[in-house]
């Protein structure tokens, strides 16, 4: 197994405070170019998960946070082979101008969507354009740990091949705290868990040939679509659902991921409905 040789969630939240303050004394988007460039060079030797690539939805995301979570992503030891950025329609101008600043690096791809079609379609539309069997999703205000794609990596390697692969988050910024979901997810932590969590969506690793099997994400207005999907999965047999026991990813508890609390909040009535039909799944 690849050891994960650097403290986290420590060293992640001193890389943010970092990189949220790049460069000093020019404007991130007028350094972005050089950034990319020097970071080509850096990663050039690093070894490469040639099935993996990595997703980053974006909606008007704060360009310095965003700088951060690709940094996380291109600063991995295993490197994914693709990182695509899928951009809803975003019209936060320092947003657009950060995008287009990237837009031409070898290392990172761009997508754009013509308007803002939410969360569901945007997964569907960055997952018909995934070349590898597996992608990883990360928030855009979230930061990977460097290990994360090692620890993936290892675990495809060992076992059978997931339907969902996860891992446990850090939360930084509002709260602080750490998630404990089960290594292996059963029938019974579904009808039963709190809510709906028990696993996290940001940073989790989807077999695309699962996922797209079942029609993909759809588009939720009140319910969680990665509890929605899940549901879906489970239901038509796709029940491999694992968790690492491992903290690899940092949490941005910011005043936006509120926002999506409170929108997930106003669904708990069709959530009492969704959990209906999970009593409905045959044990697994």
């Known amino acids: 197994m690849t050891a994960l040789v650097e403290p986290f969630p420590t060293i992640t939240i001193d890389r943010t405070r970092q990189l949220a303050h790049f460069p000093e004394g020019r404007p991130l988007v007028e350094s972005v170019g050089d950034y990319l460039r020097k970071t080509e060079t850096a990663v050039a030797g690093r070894p490469v998960a040639g099935a993996i690539t990595a997703i980053v ?9 965003l700088h951060v979570a690709l940094d996380s992503l291109l600063a991995q030891i295993w490197r994914p082979a693709y990182i695509l950025v899928i951009d809803d329609g975003s019209d936060r101008p320092d947003t657009q101008a950060y995008l287009a600043a990237i837009a031409d690096s070898p290392l990172i791809h761009v997508l754009r969507n013509p308007r803002n079609l939410s969360l569901g379609p945007t997964m569907n539309r960055a997952l018909d354009a995934c070349p590898t069997p597996f992608a ?11 290990g994360l794609v090692a620890a993936y990596c290892d675990h495809l390697d060992a076992r059978p091949t997931p339907d969902v692969l996860g891992c446990q988050f850090t939360a930084f910024g509002e709260s602080h705290f750490t998630t404990r979901h089960p290594s292996r997810v059963t029938r019974n932590h579904v009808v039963r868990s709190p809510g709906y969590w028990f696993m996290n969506h940001t940073g989790v690793l989807l077999n695309r040939d699962s996922l797209q099997a079942v029609g993909g994400y759809r588009a939720m207005r009140g319910l969680p679509e990665d509890y929605d999907l899940w549901i879906r ?14 903290s ?3 949490y941005r508890d910011s005043p936006a991921a509120l926002h999506r609390n409170f929108r997930r909040g106003i669904g708990r009535l069709r959530l ?13």
């Open 57 to 65: 939805p974006v909606y008007n995301t704060d360009p310095s946070m």
């Open 136 to 146: 990883l999703k990360l928030d855009s205000d979230d930061v990977a740990h460097p």
């Open 233 to 246: 999965m489970m239901r038509a047999g796709y029940y491999r659902f694992v968790n690492l026991d491992q």
């Open 248 to 250: 690899l990813v940092a």
């Open 272 to 284: 009492m409905a969704a959990k209906a039909s999970a009593r409905l799944l045959p044990p697994f």
